[in-house]
T-cell receptor, first 115, second 112 residues
Framework: GAGVSQSPSNKVTEKGKDVELRCDPISGHTALYWYRQSLGQGLEFLIYFQGNSAPDKSGLPSDRFSAERTGGSVSTLTIQRTQQEDSAVYLC?????????????FGPGTRLTVL | SQKIEQNSEALNIQEGKTATLTCNYTNYSPAYLQWYRQDPGRGPVFLLLIRENEKEKRKERLKVTFDTTLKQSLFHITASQPADSATYLCALPDNYGQNFVFGPGTRLSVLP
């Protein structure tokens, strides 16, 4: 079946512009995660959605970052007034929502470059 | 919060040898620990999960151990192949058990 998809695969933007990154999780997965990975670095947690519960936004680095998940499926990560330090690969993952024993399925990521 | 360290940023070994990667955590001992593989330009792929009451878990050429006393997990790849070259990440649930904390990863290169 289809895995997690993300779009666009690459995004180049100018400093100060807003960007929207999209994630289509695996059908039936109730949990959805956003991570950020800078060059040569590990995964930095950003936000976590689980079913209809309030999202865990504890990893968002600033109020310029926000995310939505509509209808318990597709999610959009929005970065307002982008800065050069926002340049990174943004990864989305989904899972069945079983907690720590979950297997996360990752998308290919969106590479964001802020000029 | 949980902090995770993984041995040497990069590890080079000869084909056919056993690669051993370490994952050390500093805070509470989690009930589960996971290992993922990440290839360049791709998202991580789940490999193995080990529970705190399992000392060892195997899957084909992979073996994972979990020592809650040492706060350490070891990840072994036996009879390594160049195709095993990738970055390997360990992941633990966070304090609340709802989310995951990933280690920085170890980049493994298996030389032919």
């Amino acid at each position: 079946g289809a895995g997690v998809s993300q779009s666009p695969s690459n995004k180049v933007t100018e400093k100060g512009k807003d960007v929207e990154l999209r994630c289509d999780p695996i059908s039936g997965h109730t949990a959805l995660y956003w991570y950020r990975q800078s060059l040569g670095q590990g995964l930095e947690f950003l936000i976590y959605f689980q079913g209809n519960s309030a999202p865990d936004k504890s990893g968002l680095p600033s109020d310029r970052f926000s995310a939505e998940r509509t209808g318990g499926s597709v999610s959009t990560l929005t970065i307002q007034r982008t800065q050069q330090e926002d340049s990174a690969v943004y990864l989305c993952a989904s899972s069945l929502g079983l907690g720590p024993i979950d297997t996360q399925y990752f998308g290919p990521g969106t590479r964001l470059t802020v000029l | 919060s949980q902090k995770i360290e993984q041995n040497s940023e990069a590890l080079n070994i000869q084909e056919g040898k056993t690669a051993t990667l370490t994952c050390n955590y500093t805070n509470y001992s989690p009930a589960y620990l996971q290992w993922y593989r990440q290839d360049p330009g791709r998202g991580p792929v789940f490999l193995l999960l080990i529970r705190e009451n399992e000392k060892e878990k195997r899957k084909e050429r992979l073996k994972v151990t979990f020592d809650t006393t040492l706060k350490q997990s070891l990840f072994h790849i036996t009879a390594s192949q160049p195709a095993d070259s990738a970055t390997y990440l360990c992941a633990l649930p966070d304090n609340y058990g709802q989310n995951f904390v990933f280690g920085p990863g170890t980049r493994l290169s298996v030389l032919p």
